[in-house]
């Protein structure tokens, strides 16, 4: 028996224990209504996250059936296209991509409607100028995955979609941001402050990442936003170990 599902035997134990201890009425969860409000919920959304749309994206890859099966594969193709026409929009030329609309301070001071918001709203972009490796990447990835489920219903779309993760993806690698350059070239304060692209490239390693109000900024400057260490890793590093033991399981 694979691993797969001595862990589910495991769970379903543990659930089996808990409707006995507790005497809950019989429990039949309701998956396609679960999947429907759930994708309601993204349509009353503005669902411009590029990461938000990758996985959506590899969810119908991995469970197109079950989409078909809850009636809602035209709807959650329909939603992922609306974030993607966004996103072609915002790939305005091969090494240009708009990363935000919006100043997160100015406009968490407002409560009301989006109509009725008038206050300065900038509109942020990376270009060779201000590279950030890790927006252009996520912009790789949300094209290319949904390039792929694409493919099956509008070919024309799938190659667009395929273009835009393409040019991203060199964007990306070609402008990288890093901090010192290969020895014996010298490295101090003023590597650090230069507005150069990094030389170097770190693979493997999980920034830390946003903050609690979501801001992130990719600056070398910022360490609370960008800095590496071998606690933050620690838990990715097992998931991947994780993913790695499941996929070798034969699912
Ligand atoms: C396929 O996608 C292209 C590009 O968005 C669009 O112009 C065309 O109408 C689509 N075709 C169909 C059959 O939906």
Not at 65 to 77: I, P, S
Not at 141 to 147: C, D, I, P, R
């Amino acid at each position: 028996m694979s691993k797969i599902n001595t862990f589910f035997i495991f769970l379903f134990s543990l659930l089996l224990i808990n409707v006995s201890c507790f005497h809950l009425p019989d429990f039949k969860p309701d998956y396609k209504e679960v999947l429907r409000l759930s994708l309601l919920f993204y349509e009353s959304q503005s669902f411009t996250m590029a990461f938000t749309s990758t996985i959506l994206a590899w969810g119908v890859k991995e469970y197109k059936d079950g989409y078909k099966e809850a009636d809602q594969y035209k709807e959650v193709l329909e939603a992922i296209k609306w974030a993607t026409d966004y996103f072609i929009k915002c790939h305005v030329s091969p090494n240009e991509f708009y990363g935000q609309v919006g100043d997160f301070p100015i406009d968490h001071m407002f409560w009301g409607r989006p109509e009725d918001m008038t206050m300065t709203r900038p509109a942020y972009k990376i270009d060779p100028n201000h590279p950030g490796s890790d927006l252009a990447g996520e912009g790789a990835a949300v094209f290319a995955a949904t390039s792929l489920i694409f493919n099956d219903v509008n070919r024309t779309y799938a190659e667009e979609l395929l273009r835009h993760s393409v040019e991203l993806y060199n964007f990306a690698k070609t402008y990288r941001r890093f901090s010192c350059p290969d020895r014996p070239a010298s490295c101090g304060w003023e590597q650090f402050r230069s507005p150069l692209p990094n030389p170097q490239i770190l693979h493997g390693a999980v920034v830390s990442g946003p903050d609690q109000n979501d801001l992130y900024e990719d600056v070398r400057e910022d360490f609370g936003y960008n800095e590496v260490t071998l606690y933050y890793n620690a838990g990715f590093q097992s998931a991947v170990a994780g993913l790695i033991q499941l996929q070798s399981d034969d699912l």
